[in-house]
C-alpha cells in the first residue's frame, strides 16, 4: 500500500522557518519524481520544488532562495525546508510522487499524494 505521510506543519512567525517532511511506503521513491505542492486559502494548487531521481531540484519563483528541497533515500523521506517564512506562505502543504522520466511539476500528472500538512505565519 502506498502512502505519503507529510509532518513538520505548524504556527511560525514571519522570518521564521520550518522543515517538513513525507514519509513515503509502499513504492521506491527514489526512482520518482518528488514534489511539494501547496494549497492557500481560496486559491489553487501550485507547485513549490521539485527533486528528480538524479537530484536534481526545480523551484516556483516564490520560494526560489528561501525553501529547499532535499530527499534522503535511506530513510525514504523527502524534506522542505523553509527559511525566511512570510505571509503568503500560508497553506496546506502536500507532497506529491510523479513516474516520469521527465518531471512535469503538473499536479494532474501526480501519481501518489499525501494528506498534506499545515503552516500558519503570523506577522
Known amino acids: 500500500q502506498v502512502q505519503l505521510v507529510e509532518s513538520g506543519g505548524g504556527s511560525v512567525q514571519a522570518g521564521g522557518s520550518l522543515r517538513l517532511s513525507c514519509v513515503v511506503s509502499?513504492?521506491?521513491?527514489?526512482?520518482?519524481?518528488m514534489h511539494w505542492f501547496r494549497q492557500a486559502p481560496g486559491k489553487e494548487r501550485e507547485g513549490v520544488a521539485t527533486i528528480d531521481s538524479d537530484g536534481a531540484t526545480n523551484y516556483a519563483d516564490s520560494v526560489k532562495g528561501r525553501f529547499t528541497i532535499s530527499k534522503d533515500n535511506a530513510k525514504n523521506t523527502l524534506y522542505l525546508q523553509m527559511d525566511s517564512l512570510k505571509p503568503e506562505d500560508i497553506a496546506m502543504y502536500y507532497c506529491a510522487a510523479e513516474v516520469a522520466i521527465t518531471c512535469t511539476g503538473a499536479d494532474y500528472a501526480m501519481d501518489y499524494w499525501g494528506k498534506g500538512t499545515l503552516v500558519t505565519i503570523s506577522s
Open positions: 509502499g513504492f521506491t521513491y527514489s526512482n520518482y519524481c
